[in-house]
């Protein structure tokens, strides 16, 4: 038995082809202009939250309470942006296509709850327009890469 070699296709997606699967990573890592800004926006976004707190310790009555509102809000979404920055620097799409089917997990590091859609449900595969309240598989990838993923995956689908 040979040992398998890992191919990539653009500079995110690295897949391996074992006997019995195929497997895919997608990382998730952005250019580091990209990150730069990130950053940036979100040291300004802390900035505004260190505001509201100051405010909130000098103001009085429905002051403090409006106040409280919008730490709240300022909280959720710091939450949100602590988040992508964490999946940005460490997340990544892990895809399994075998003999039973396909397993889509959305990893930070190795954690991650996996998704398994039985191959039978799975007719082609196929690049679509993205449209943002729907579950995507390799979001944000340029089309070229798009459809050398789903060539890819309808050859597995075929192989196993």
């Not at 191919?7 to 952005?30: C, M, N, P, S, Y």
């Not at 399994?96 to 449900?121: H, P, Q, T, W």
């Not at 690049?127 to 598989?137: A, E, G, L, S």
Request: aromatic share 14%; hydrophobic share 50%.
């Amino acid at each position: 038995m040979t040992a398998a070699i890992e191919k990539k296709i653009g500079h995110r997606i690295t897949f391996l082809w074992h006997e019995d699967a195929l497997t895919v990573i997608i990382g998730q890592q952005i250019p580091n202009a990209q990150r730069m800004m990130l950053n940036a926006w979100f040291a300004a976004w802390l900035l505004i939250g260190a505001a509201f707190c100051y405010s909130y310790s000098i103001a009085e009555g429905d002051e403090q309470n409006f106040l409280l509102m919008c730490l709240a809000f300022w909280s959720f979404f710091a939450f949100r942006v602590v988040k992508v920055m964490a999946w940005r620097k460490m997340g990544r799409e892990m895809i399994r296509i075998d003999a039973e089917g396909m397993s889509i997990k959305n990893a930070f590091g190795k954690y991650g709850k996996a998704k398994f859609f039985l191959k039978d449900n799975i007719k082609r595969m196929e690049v679509i327009k993205r449209d943002p309240t729907k579950f995507m598989v390799g979001t944000q990838l340029n089309e070229r890469d798009s459809k050398a993923l789903a060539h890819l995956f309808d050859k597995a689908l075929r192989k196993f």
